[in-house]
T-cell receptor, first 115, second 119 residues
């Protein structure tokens, strides 16, 4: 079955330190990969995507993610965390380009950045 | 940028009543919209895919007679929760797919969500 895994329910990091939120996937074909952020009682905000090309993708708010095909991973990173980055982060995969556009979401990782 | 709105942002209703939630793409056309349900601190569960001018496609385990979806235009999809019960209380999020995106990829934009509480 196709799935997305975010192995950490919560990631804690001190402000100014680098952060990594992990994501691995198990889907067929060449998927499109996404990261979204959700603040309390809000919808999802798009951070970045990988479709093709350079494995390192840069997105909004200083976030970036690295696509690793051999490890089927798409970890989210930021060199220097901010307290305002504290939120719920979702990795998502669109299994096949040209399909209905359905996304498969990971279970989410809560990022807590402490001052 | 592309904006998706939802109305209402929150609603409280009595058990047994029906509630309609609207999802609108404000500055783009969306042939496809998606409806998700999210429980506290959990992931989004896709409920159905809404296609303009045709019947919605429901995910396995989602009751189509309970969660009625109508996608009457390229900018509006509605989700009606019929005969709501307390277990239907949840955060409902819609997303809309921009048909004008680059070839092979149509970006999906999410609404702000609707908090439904059934008493």
């Amino acid at each position: 079955a196709q799935s997305v895994a975010q192995p950490e329910d919560q990631v804690n990091v001190a402000e100014g330190n680098p952060l990594t939120v992990k994501c691995t996937y198990s889907v067929s074909g060449n998927p499109y990969l996404f990261w979204y952020v959700q603040y309390p009682n809000r919808g999802l905000q798009f951070l970045l995507k990988y479709i093709t090309g350079d494995n390192l993708v840069k997105g909004s708010y200083g976030f970036e993610a690295e696509f690793n095909k051999s490890q089927t991973s798409f970890h989210l990173k930021k060199p220097s965390a901010l307290v305002s980055d504290s939120a719920l982060y979702f990795c998502a995969v669109r299994p096949l380009p040209g399909n209905t556009g359905k996304l498969i979401f990971g279970q989410g990782t809560t990022l807590q950045v402490k001052p | 940028g592309a904006v998706v709105s939802q109305h209402p942002s929150w609603v409280i209703c009595k058990s047994g009543t029906s509630v309609k939630i609207e999802c609108r793409s404000l500055d783009f056309q969306a042939t496809t919209m998606f409806w998700y349900r999210q429980f506290p601190k959990q992931s989004l569960m896709l409920m159905a895919t809404s296609n303009e001018g045709s019947k919605a496609t429901y995910e396995q385990g989602v009751e189509k007679d309970k969660f009625l979806i109508n996608h009457a235009s390229l900018t509006l999809s509605t989700l009606t929760v019929t005969s709501a019960h307390p277990e239907d209380s949840s955060f409902y999020i819609c997303s809309a797919r921009d048909v004008s995106g680059e070839a092979g990829y149509n970006e999906q934009f999410f609404g702000p969500g609707t908090r439904l509480t059934v008493l």
